[in-house]
């Protein structure tokens, strides 16, 4: 009996002492139970290979925002910091962009904004910079002016347009933060994660700006 309950997907409905019987499962809802794991099966497995598309196409991103990595001397260039959640904690994200040739030259990842964070970020960018030290331009007013004149920066605080590099950089890491890279982050390093996944889209986007540029010369 148990058996042919198996094979011919029956189930019991009631006490078969009682008068209760076997009747057999409708299809459409075997077919329809089936259906969605199969579904769940395939999206997983979609899931998996887009992450590892995605990884792959970030780490040769990484190694091409390392080799762009170098000390030069620069005129000016553009900061901004957007406030963004990642894995669930509020979290800063931060660009800077050589205005001679429009490439992103830093990112940084920071759970605060601050003095303290302002002047890592900096220090940073100092080490990029030979000569004189550029001048900076900084979107909004929201900065501690303090932080750059302690290590010699000039700070210009202007209204970046949405059409700047440093902003169309900033949203694109955002959208991405929005969407599958806060869970490919989602780890106990979650900002030096992230700090990761921001220098292989910072490798992309310089080398797109520069080949872009090329083609239209």
Known sequence: ????????????????????????????????TEERLVNKVVNRIEGIKRYVYERDCYVKGHRLFIDQQMV???????????????????????????????????VYVSRLKNRGTTSVFL??????????????????????PEAFKELGFRCTPVSFGTESVVEKF????????????????????TVESMQWWMEGAAGYTNYWTVKCKLMVS
Not at 4 to 27: A, E, Q
Not at 91 to 106: E, F, K
Not at 171 to 189: F, M, P, Q, T, Y
Request: charged share 25%; proline share 2%; net charge neutral.
């Open 1 to 32: 009996m148990t058996e042919d309950i198996r094979k011919n997907n029956m189930h019991r409905t009631g006490d078969i002492n009682l008068g209760g019987n076997y009747t057999s499962t409708p299809h459409y809802l075997l077919a329809g």
């Open 72 to 106: 030069k001397k620069r005129e000016c260039i553009a900061i901004d910091a957007r406030e963004t959640i990642i894995g669930g904690e509020k979290t800063w994200i931060w660009a800077a962009v050589d205005l001679n040739g429009d490439m992103v030259m830093a």
């Open 123 to 144: 220090r940073h960018l100092a080490k990029l910079c030979s000569g004189t030290l550029p001048k900076v331009f900084v979107n909004g007013e929201n900065w501690d």
């Open 170 to 189: 900033l949203s694109a890491v955002d959208r991405k933060i929005g969407g599958h890279l806060e869970e490919l982050s989602n780890n106990n390093n």
